[in-house]
């Protein structure tokens, strides 16, 4: 079998996932997972497949580019080589949450001190409208904490960094997270 990521990025528009997924299933290839977002008015969407062997990448490519074209879609693919499982840490999901007024530089600030401390973003989003009315610009970062790393120390370093940049912030493990925001 071969492994491959396909990236598929354009302006949004519905039946996007229906046609890549289409093309997908017509050379024989089987999703083994998808992720998809859509920021601003952008699509972004990342398929892994695997294909029998006689679909070899470049090939591959020309495919599923001629398969989105019409759509005014960009498809990149790539193979998936493969590799030794990553060493997995044992850590606690947390959420950080911060509020502020817009300016550059924001999300590098703060991953790098969530960087500093071998800590893994698995999830980002962040929502800048500009302007100083904090409610308009929200980044909600979804961390993998090591558990050897000390949490107080995590804390006030993310503190300090939120305060210098003018952020409010909240960080919370992620079940009480989700439990607090469920709906």
Do not use: C, W
Not at 21 to 31: F, L, Q, R, V, Y
């Amino acid at each position: 079998m071969n492994k491959v990521v396909i990236s598929v990025l354009g302006h949004d528009r519905p039946g996007i996932i229906a046609r890549v997924t289409a093309a997908i299933s017509e050379k024989d290839g089987n999703i083994e997972n998808v992720s998809q977002t859509i920021v601003q008015s952008e699509f972004s969407g990342l398929f892994i497949a695997s294909f029998p062997s006689n679909n070899q990448t470049e090939s591959l490519q020309a495919y599923f580019q001629d398969q989105v074209a019409d759509m005014g879609l960009k498809a990149y693919v790539e193979s998936l080589k493969a590799s030794k499982p990553v060493a997995t840490v044992s850590s606690q999901p947390f959420v950080i949450t911060t509020q502020g007024p817009d300016r550059k530089g924001l999300v590098a600030a703060m991953t790098a001190v969530i960087a500093s401390f071998n800590v893994n973003v698995t999830n980002l989003q962040a929502v800048f409208k500009g302007g100083d009315d904090p409610s308009q610009n929200i980044m909600i970062y979804e961390v993998d904490v090591p558990l050897d790393t000390s949490k107080q120390v995590l804390d006030v370093a993310l503190r300090e960094k939120a305060e210098e940049l003018g952020l409010d912030i909240s960080i919370q493990h992620r079940h009480i997270f989700e439990a607090i925001n469920r709906i």
